[in-house]
């Protein structure tokens, strides 16, 4: 039999031959059973003389390897414990978001949409003038409207037009950053009898 499973099957046949104690109340002090108490240090010295010469060496040394890895100093590149710092210079101005109304290959279409859209903006909404273009793209003309470079701002402003241009959606693009609405402008609908935008000269550019 292997000489390491003996202590094993020692310790089991010892256990098992316990006699197993009457159930007591949680008061009464409970009496260890002398097969189990094996002082820890008896244990170690038995298994010890079990050991061949290289895993008694690596007995002896494993305290003093955990002590040396516990206090291991582990080294981290400046790199990634640095605190990153945004670069304002990095910021792109011109990178933004706009609310797509339409997607067609009808440049007619197209250009009474953005037209539409305009008039109706003027006269419903208040706090933001929003712009609007048409983009041609290979094969379609685009309409969007919007100068946004917050995403947020964006979705919300999308929400509030989608009743009424059901096909408005958020996407990436290029902004005019004059356009863009400060963070303290709130976009609602005009109330009733509210005064109403002047008409902008700018609104026949459309490419």
Not at 152 to 169: G, Y
């Amino acid at each position: 039999m292997n000489k390491y499973l003996t202590p094993v099957f020692l310790f089991l046949f010892l256990w098992s031959c316990a006699s197993p104690e009457p159930v007591t109340e949680r008061d009464e002090p409970r009496e260890p059973s002398p097969y189990l108490e094996i002082p820890d240090e008896v244990v170690d010295e038995f298994l010890f003389d079990e050991l061949d010469e290289f895993e008694r060496l690596l007995f002896e040394t494993r305290s003093s390897l955990e002590d040396q890895f516990s206090q291991l100093d582990h080294d981290m590149p400046e790199a990634f414990t640095r605190e990153v710092v945004r670069d304002d210079s990095d910021f792109d101005e011109y990178a933004g978001f706009r609310v797509q109304i339409l997607s067609s290959r009808d440049v007619v279409h197209a250009d009474t949409t953005r037209d539409n859209f305009i008039a109706w903006a003027d006269t419903t909404l208040a706090g933001f003038q929003p712009e609007a273009y048409v983009l041609f793209r290979q094969p379609y003309y685009r309409v969007r409207t919007g100068d946004f470079h917050n995403r947020e701002v964006a979705i919300e402003f999308s929400r509030m037009i989608k009743p009424f241009f059901p096909d408005a959606w958020v996407v990436h693009d290029r902004v005019e950053p004059h356009r863009v609405p400060a963070d303290t402008v709130e976009i609602r609908f005009r109330e009733p009898g509210e005064e109403l935008i002047p008409f902008r000269s700018d609104t026949l550019s459309r490419y």
